[in-house]
């Protein structure tokens, strides 16, 4: 009988730590590169274009963004759903990387702004832009562009 629930502990134990513990550390180290990623490419912009510098942040991002893709794609659902519970949220962030990497080459802070704060919240990491300063970067986009 003891061995029986040896073997039975044994069994949930690699199981918790295969398809949980695993995962979330490795979705922790991904969060942790994604986070370094976007302080480290803040001053890339159009004046690099065409540069190594511009060109491997661009890469990055997009690398990035895919791994968080992939990672909510393919993520167990249990993994997911403890996630979502702890306000994190894969899906926004991996836009927000692919956004990111689009928009290097603007000059404009709003399209930069709304794409790391996506990631910020999404990873609920510390953010740059608080509602009320992105709401002033639309108004100023908008009185701007007119849309």
Not at 16 to 24: G, I, N, R, Y
Not at 45 to 63: F, H, I, N, Q, V
Not at 113 to 127: D, K, P
């Amino acid at each position: 009988m003891c061995a029986i629930a040896s073997i039975l502990l044994g069994v949930a134990g690699w199981l918790v730590t295969s398809f949980f513990a695993k995962p979330l550390l490795d979705f922790l180290n991904l969060r942790s590169q994604v986070h370094e990623e976007v302080i480290f490419t803040a001053n890339v912009g159009p004046m690099a274009k065409d540069t190594p510098a511009y060109e491997k942040a661009e890469e990055s991002l997009r690398r990035l963004g895919a791994k968080m893709h992939a990672a909510n794609e393919t993520t167990s659902s249990l993994l997911r759903w403890f996630l979502s519970k702890f306000g994190y949220d894969l899906a926004k962030a991996s836009g927000g990387l692919i956004g990111l990497a689009n928009s290097l080459d603007t000059n404009e802070t709003w399209e930069r702004a709304v794409q790391i704060n996506s990631i910020q919240v999404g990873l609920r990491l510390r953010r740059d832009y608080n509602d009320e300063r992105l709401r002033l970067l639309e108004s100023k986009m908008q009185r701007r562009y007119g849309a």
